[in-house]
Nanobody
Framework: QVHLVESGGGTVQAGGSLRLSCEAS????????MGWYRQAEGQQRELVAQ???????NYADPVKGRFTISRDNAKNTLYLQMNRLKPEDTAVYYC??????????WGQGTQVTVSS
């Protein structure tokens, strides 16, 4: 069983920055994909960015050039550095880790609010 705990959310003014962290614990398989998703009120959950254990990353178009995903495999921790935040980035941000056929686990979410 794998458990995820996110931290780092909060309220920031437009143009500001936040850094989210997601720490994984439990029976973690080394070859996994970890990612950040977000869900704004009344909207569907969407991918923000994800990264494989070997470092390959992809980003959603709205965050390219502003957000950076990274991971520390030794600490089983995923990060999301969010710069030049916009009000439309306001959402609950969720961490996810998955290994096809083994597990697919979500964190509890952390609120990010960007004021204009």
């Amino acid at each position: 069983q794998v458990h995820l705990v996110e931290s780092g959310g909060g309220t920031v003014q437009a143009g500001g920055s936040l850094r989210l962290s997601c720490e994984a614990s439990g029976n973690i398989f080394s070859m996994n994909v970890m990612g950040w998703y977000r869900q704004a009120e009344g909207q569907q959950r969407e991918l923000v960015a994800q990264m494989t254990s070997s470092g390959g990353a992809n980003y959603a178009d709205p965050v390219k050039g502003r957000f950076t995903i990274s991971r520390d495999n030794a600490k089983n921790t995923l990060y999301l550095q969010m710069n030049r935040l916009k009000p439309e980035d306001t959402a609950v941000y969720y961490c996810r880790t998955r290994v096809p056929g083994l597990y697919d686990t979500w964190g509890q979410g952390t609120q990010v609010t960007v004021s204009s």
